[in-house]
Structure formats: C-alpha cells, structure tokens
C-alpha cells in the first residue's frame, strides 16, 4: 500500500506548498500530489498551473513520487502538455505520475470560461482523454505522431531522452473506466465509498486484458481525520485499493501532515 498526500494547491500560497511537499518527502509518504484548476473563479482562491507546479514540486523533493490527479485534457494544447510533463518527469529524475481526466463541471467549466477555451461535451473529453493517453508516451518516446482526435499533424518533441511516465486515468464514469482499462498505468478514484470503490474495481476488472492497473482513490482528510485514517486506508485497502492520497485542502498546518504520517504508520 502506498500513502500520498494531496496538499492545496487551490488558495495555498507558494510558501505553504513547498513546506507542505517537503513536509511530505520527510515524513515518509511515497507520494505527493497537486490538481488542476487554474481559475480562481469561483471562490477568488490564488489558482497554480498544475504542469509547472509539478516541475516545482519536482526541485523541491528528492525521494517522493510527484503527481497530478488529474490534469483536465481539454483545456490545453495536447502537444504542449506533453512538452511541459516532459519537463517535469526530466526535472524530477523519472519520479513523475501523470493523472489524465476529462475535468469536471464543477470547476474545470470556470476554467474554460477564463481562458476562452470551449468547454467540449463529455463525448468529445472522452475522446480526448483516450486520445491523449495513446499519444503522450509516443511523444514523450520522441516519436512522430499524428491524431485527428488531438489534432496532431506529425507533432514531436523530439528525442528527450526521459522514461515515459505512468498514467493515471482519473474518473468513475463507465466510459472513463473503459479507457483506463485499456490504455493507462493507473486508475484513480476520487471521493466514492469502499464498497463503491470495489464495485467500481471489480468493473475495470472485468474490462482489462492481461495488464496489470494500479487502483488508487482520493480521500478528503476533513471528512476522515487523524482519528479515521488508519481504518480508511485498512478499509480501502480490502476494498483493493494500492494507494491512498489523502486530500489537504483546508489542514495547512505541516504538524497536520506529521500527525498524518504517524497515524497511517
């Protein structure tokens, strides 16, 4: 069982990010991750690019596996998210883990509007989602890629050099599984119930070939707390999850993530 933590980013300063990650690395959590919103509609809370936070989070951690979950893929040109994960799996020593979802309404439809970029119908993020999962690791291999879905005309990066980074298909759609079932590392989980989360695995189960998926699911540490932790990753744990991230949105205090830590040992 693996154990991240999910610190802000969404009304976090800087400052309260890098002592979090580190916080993190020093506590002993495999894994630290971020999410993507880059609005600060509708809340007005200070929003950070989730690509170029992971390079940062990259520079300050030398250990701690370093994630997004999960990057909206309809809001930014394909090829330059490639380009700018590239630079955090190069950056990071290999340490990267790519989440990939199709953004939700609640919050990725402000972002849109911000950037005026059309927010697509589910249909058309699926297909995108499907779409990015098959491409990325070839551009990120340095291959000559070209995708109607993406509109890719013979896109590269060019030789990089980095091992393509493991994606983590984030959703609990039927469509959204079957992707992930077919093309990603991993699939994550956000916010379902241990018995939802096992039927939900035991369908991308029966979905999968002869590959092997992590199963990951996001707990908010609010709902849970220091007090539930260890029995949330023992009854998620049964229900088949391999790792637990627990979501830091409002516990800024770094003493929390030590609490956090001892509690989970």
């Known amino acids: 069982m693996r154990i991240g933590v999910k610190p802000g980013p969404w009304g976090w300063n800087f400052d309260e990010l890098l002592t979090a990650w580190s916080?993190?690395?020093?506590e002993g959590f495999d894994l630290v991750s971020c999410f993507d919103h880059v609005s600060a509609a509708p809340a007005g809370n200070a929003a950070w690019d989730a690509p170029t936070l992971l390079a940062a989070m990259a520079g300050a951690t030398s250990r701690i596996s370093v994630a997004v979950h999960v990057l909206n893929v309809s809001l930014r040109p394909p090829l330059l998210l490639a380009g700018q994960l590239a630079v955090?799996?190069?950056?990071?020593g290999g340490r990267l883990e790519v989440g990939l979802g199709t953004g939700s309404w609640h919050l990725a439809r402000h972002d849109h509007r911000s950037a005026g970029?059309?927010?697509p119908p589910f249909a058309e993020r699926v297909r995108?989602?499907?779409?990015?999962?098959r491409t990325f690791p070839a551009l990120w291999r340095g291959e000559t890629v070209t995708d109607d879905a993406l509109a890719l005309d013979a896109a590269s990066l060019g030789p990089l050099g980095i091992e393509p980074p493991?994606?983590?298909?984030?959703?609990?759609?039927?469509?959204?599984?079957a992707v992930a079932a077919a093309l990603a590392d991993a699939w994550n989980a956000s916010s379902v119930e241990a018995n939802r989360f096992a039927q939900l695995r035991h369908r991308l189960e029966g979905l999968v070939d002869s590959r092997t998926i992590e199963l990951q699911v996001q707990l908010w540490f609010r709902e849970v707390g220091i007090e539930g932790a260890h029995d949330a990753v023992a009854r998620y744990g049964d229900a088949g999850a391999e790792t637990v991230v627990f979501v830091l949105d409002e516990d800024r205090d770094p003493d929390v993530i030590a609490r956090l830590a001892a509690a989970v040992r």
């Open 23 to 26: 916080k993190a690395e020093a």
């Open 88 to 92: 955090a799996q190069a950056s990071s």
């Open 117 to 119: 970029v059309p927010f």
């Open 128 to 133: 995108r989602l499907e779409a990015c999962c």
């Open 166 to 177: 493991p994606i983590v298909v984030g959703g609990t759609s039927e469509r959204v599984i």
